[in-house]
């Protein structure tokens, strides 16, 4: 079985396209997208799986089993029957590392990983000075997402056993109620707890506790515990003891147990319970980069999430069974001793073990997005059994229309042009109100909505590095277009702001005698760049003109100034050129397909250094660098 949605299907296609024969056990549970031809039924119990699926290997000549976990009943017979026979089992998984990564191991993943090995071991291999740099995958709309609800509600009806206990892969129908609760907690969380994750990254000296899943496989089969309630229980305790008077603890729920479980009660009164009501706190969701970098050590059961934890240096204790609790990574004090000393990890072991998890277990793709079959499972001549399948891209005046996929892509895009609609709404009234930087964030995310709505798929290339580390960037792009706008606005992401066309712009730059109006002009450019981080512009927009913006706010703030390069495939340029309404672009997109834009970071040494040129220089320069597309 594979994870709920189509990744296994898609999987199979790529399988058979290469010319490899394929058999999908198809169990009353059910998985869509398979080929009809390629599924063998299998509905009976436990006790007949076994001898049915050795029989199924043997006839078959299989060489190779695929399946996602390894804690389900009939994946651990499969494994144990495919080393009984020679075959090779391999195990996908959540990844190790996320958001980027999917994890594949051969015969067990988790707590009884590959990666199970001695301290020594991982310190005799060779040493590493730069850690595997993971490429950011765009998400986009990932569609196959939709398949997901439909798997979950059949599987929420089928009762067919295949694990002890409830689980996700095993739902109930009371399961249901809780994926939406779980998504009207979001929003209610979020502003309850603001106050408190606040305090937390701002004022107070915190360790972090991570929860899981009660239901997961780490807990159940790689630890002492068999929900949450005894590991909090244990960690609070511990903490009224041995903490220092000064420290506080927050737990941090699962983000996939929103739903299902709230712990809040249980903490409340515990904490009462060992005196220490005011120094322990509770929250679910937030950036927990943010609350890694700022806590003074972290304390879970073997979540993944103490593998981020050590990407950050911080402290890490674990209390069950995991793969990166060794000595030298993770604290091997007893939890009581943790809270005095925390102990970071050895990072040359770090970077040793990291690298060694990324090469051997890691993908760099996503079960719902992008996945790279072709790299990850290359198929020689000599391993093809049936004639690959000739799948090549129609011409397009020979391409049918799917009525169902051009509905369902119009009713997409109306929705994500409403969202965009209303996110603009509140950025105008943010606006009016003087609340810039939550406006400028708004209208970052009416961008990205806006985007989605005309079917632009952004791909990022940010692999050009810094020239000067710790140096601000002004980032420019050529505005030949709203396209254009949309494209900067996801490439460089929420956290920037666009500079219009402005007064003070002209008159620092114009009417420099005027030293005012210049200091003015020079404290709003550092203001902007400091506040929200990256600031970008159009150096050319509907005048044709190049604009001397960039040059002023990066001589003004110590800046470099740093060029994107947008390429856009397969659509009429004349169509958009110069095109800035919104609503004409959005009506010419409702129903055309996707358009994939390569948005691509250059060198900042392509423009130079802004305060050893002068506007003259800096206008011949860009026109250099971006000359003007005629139609």
Not at 19 to 28: C, D, E, Q, R, S
Not at 426 to 439: C, H, P, T
């Amino acid at each position: 079985m594979g994870p709920i949605g189509l990744f296994f299907a898609r999987f199979c296609r790529y399988l058979q396209g290469c010319g490899i024969p394929v058999t999908k056990v198809a169990f009353p549970l059910r998985e869509f997208g398979f080929p009809g031809d390629v599924c063998v039924p299998f509905s009976k119990g436990m006790d007949s799986w076994r001898p049915f699926l050795r029989r199924l290997i043997e006839e078959r000549g299989i060489r190779h089993i695929f399946m996602y976990g390894d804690f389900i009943i009939p994946h651990r017979i499969a494994i144990e029957e495919a080393r009984a026979l020679g075959v090779e089992a391999w195990v996908f998984e959540l990844g190790y590392l996320r958001p980027n990564y999917v994890t594949l191991e051969r015969d067990r993943v988790n707590a009884r990983s590959n990666l199970n090995k001695p301290a020594a071991f991982y310190r005799e291999l060779p040493p590493c000075d730069q850690l595997p740099q993971n490429i950011v995958l765009d998400p986009g709309w990932r569609w196959r997402k939709a398949w997901k609800a439909p798997t979950f509600i059949q599987h929420a009806f089928t009762r067919y056993p295949i694990i002890e206990g409830e689980h996700k892969l095993q739902p109930s129908p009371g399961f249901l109620w809780c994926q939406v609760r779980g998504t009207w907690r979001y929003w209610l969380y979020r502003w309850q707890e603001k106050a408190v994750k606040q305090r937390l990254l701002e004022h107070y000296s915190f360790f972090l506790a991570v929860l899981q899943v009660s239901s997961d496989s780490q807990i159940q089969m790689g630890s002492p515990y068999r929900g949450m309630h005894d590991f909090i229980e244990d960690v609070i305790r511990s903490f009224a003891s041995h903490a220092h008077a000064s420290d506080h603890l927050a737990f941090k729920h699962h983000p996939r147990d929103r739903g299902y479980n709230n712990y809040a009660s249980l903490i409340r009164l515990l904490a009462k319970q060992y005196g220490v009501s005011g120094r322990v706190h509770y929250f679910h969701d937030g950036p927990l980069s943010r609350y890694l970098r700022t806590c003074r050590g972290v304390i879970t059961v073997n979540s993944t999430v103490g593998l981020q934890a050590l990407f950050h240096a911080v402290p890490t204790k674990t209390m069950g069974d995991t793969f990166y609790n060794l000595e030298g990574l993770t604290d091997q004090k007893s939890l009581d001793a943790f809270w005095s000393d925390p102990q970071p990890s050895d990072r040359a072991l770090f970077y040793r073990f990291y690298n060694h998890l990324v090469l051997s277990t890691q993908v760099n793709g996503n079960f719902d997005g992008d996945f790279p079959f072709r790299t990850t499972f290359p198929i020689g001549p000599e391993a093809r059994q049936l004639t690959p399948l000739q799948v090549r891209p129609r011409l397009k005046s020979n391409m049918r229309i799917d009525p169902m996929l051009l509905l369902f892509r119009i009713s997409a895009r109306l929705l994500w042009g409403g969202i965009a609609t209303v996110f603009y709404a509140f950025y105008v009234f943010l606006s009016q109100i003087n609340s810039s930087k939550r406006a400028e964030k708004l209208l970052a995310l009416a961008c990205i909505a806006a985007a989605r709505s005309m079917g632009l798929q952004v791909i990022v290339d940010d692999s050009q590095p810094r020239e000067s580390l710790g140096k601000k960037e002004v980032y420019v792009f050529d505005g030949l277009s709203l396209f254009d706008f949309l494209v900067a606005r996801v490439s460089i992401g929420v956290n920037s702001s666009f500079i219009p066309d402005g007064d003070f712009i002209q008159k620092g730059i114009l009417r420099r005698e005027s030293s005012s109006e210049y200091r003015e002009a020079s404290c709003l450019s550092k203001e902007c760049i400091n506040g929200m981080g990256k600031a970008f512009f159009a150096v050319r927009t509907r005048s044709r003109k190049i604009s001397l913006k960039p040059w002023f706010f990066a001589c003004s703030s110590r800046s470099l100034i740093v060029p994107w390069f947008f390429e856009y495939d397969e659509y009429d340029f004349s169509s958009i050129h110069g095109e800035y309404s919104f609503l004409k672009l959005f009506v010419l997109r409702l129903a055309r397909p996707a358009l994939t834009v390569r948005s691509k970071r250059g060198c900042s040494s392509a423009l130079g250094s802004p305060v050893d040129m002068d506007e003259d220089e800096f206008l011949q320069k860009v026109e250099a660098l971006y000359p003007f597309k005629a139609v």
